[in-house]
């Protein structure tokens, strides 16, 4: 199975704001079109390593790239299924 994060904007000045902002902080994060289970979007996205999630926010937040602006997704997949999971019902179902 293949997982990774995506992070889908209000507007594309946003989305290449956020790419700027997390390639200066050392992270590898893909401008993509959003997957099109993710509605509430401009129609581009970031994508990263699951992993990188948690620091993503932070310097997304430390630029002061307002909340309304980005949404944060994890998203998995493999041959046969696709699921997209907003990061918040992650976070509120982990122990």
């Given at each position: 199975?293949?997982?990774?994060c995506v992070i889908a904007f209000a507007n594309a000045r946003v989305a290449t704001k956020?790419?700027?902002?997390?390639?200066?902080?050392?992270?590898?994060?893909?401008?993509?079109?959003?997957?099109?289970?993710?509605?509430?979007?401009?129609?581009?996205?970031?994508?990263l390593s699951p992993e990188d999630g948690p620091r993503a926010r932070e310097a997304l937040?430390?630029?002061?790239?307002?909340?309304?602006?980005?949404?944060?997704?994890?998203?998995?997949?493999?041959?046969?299924?696709?699921?997209?999971?907003?990061?918040?019902?992650?976070?509120?179902?982990?122990?």
């Amino acid at each position: 199975m293949q997982e990774y994060c995506v992070i889908a904007f209000a507007n594309a000045r946003v989305a290449t704001k956020g790419q700027n902002i997390l390639q200066q902080t050392g992270l590898k994060a893909f401008l993509m079109p959003t997957p099109r289970e993710i509605t509430a979007s401009c129609g581009l996205s970031l994508r990263l390593s699951p992993e990188d999630g948690p620091r993503a926010r932070e310097a997304l937040d430390a630029a002061g790239l307002p909340d309304g602006e980005r949404r944060f997704y994890h998203m998995s997949y493999d041959e046969h299924h696709r699921s997209v999971v907003p990061a918040e019902e992650l976070t509120a179902n982990s122990p």
